[in-house]
């Protein structure tokens, strides 16, 4: 079936501007992460998403961060006036339903804030 | 004590050696170590995970082994081929929690 999707697959804005990150889990799955990957650098996690809610959110960088899941599915990634260290990779993953379950990762959206 | 400390950064081998990366943790609560490949313009892709209760664990030409004393677990690879080469992460989580903590990751490069 198909995978987890993300769009943009790439993203170049101004710094001070607006950008919104999406992400398709896999159908079914209820469990959604978002994870940084920095040029070089390992994963960071940012977010997790059960259903919509979200228990925990305190990996978020700062309140430039949020993040919101609707339906029980897509979700969408908002920074705020970008800054130049936001230019990352940006990868969410779905797993079935509970922790610690294998995650599946999409191909992420690479942002460049200039 | 989050942290998974990942070695080599780097790492070339000639087709048919064996590939060895390690990893080290600080928190024994951590119960569940995959390892993850990511190929360029990918995402991250599980490649063969372990739980402390075994020692070692071998799928194909992939083989985990754990030390839970020494809080170390290592990824083995063997007969590397170039379509092999790929960055790896190791990672380790609680099973009852939700984050994985990546290592840094370890760039393969498989010579022909």
């Known amino acids: 079936g198909a995978g987890v999707s993300q769009s943009p697959s790439n993203k170049v804005t101004e710094k001070g501007k607006d950008v919104e990150l999406r992400c398709d889990p896999i159908?079914?799955?209820?469990?959604l992460y978002w994870y940084r990957q920095s040029l070089g650098q390992g994963l960071e996690f940012l977010i997790y998403?059960?259903?919509?809610?979200?228990?925990?959110k305190s990996g978020l960088p700062s309140d430039r961060f949020s993040a919101e899941r609707t339906g029980g599915s897509v979700s969408t990634l908002t920074i705020q006036r970008t800054q130049q260290e936001d230019s990352a990779v940006y990868l969410c993953a779905s797993s079935p339903f509970r922790p610690g379950e294998t995650q599946y990762f999409g191909p992420g959206t690479r942002l460049l804030v200039l | 004590q989050q942290q998974v400390k990942q070695s080599p950064q780097s790492l070339i081998v000639q087709k048919g050696g064996i590939s060895i990366i390690n990893c080290a943790y600080e928190?024994?609560?951590?119960?569940?170590f995959p390892w993850y490949q990511q190929f360029p313009g990918k995402g991250p892709a599980l490649l063969i995970a372990i739980r402390p209760d075994v020692s070692e664990k071998k799928e194909g030409r992939f083989t985990i082994s754990f030390n839970k004393s020494a809080k170390q677990f290592s990824l083995h690879i063997m007969d590397s081929q170039p379509g092999d080469s790929a960055t790896y992460f190791c990672a380790a989580s609680m099973q009852s929690s939700y984050k994985l903590i990546f290592g840094s990751g370890t760039r393969l490069l498989v010579r022909p």
């Open positions: 159908s079914g799955h209820t469990a």
């Open positions: 928190n024994t609560a951590f119960d569940y």
């Open positions: 998403f059960q259903g919509n809610s979200a228990p925990d």
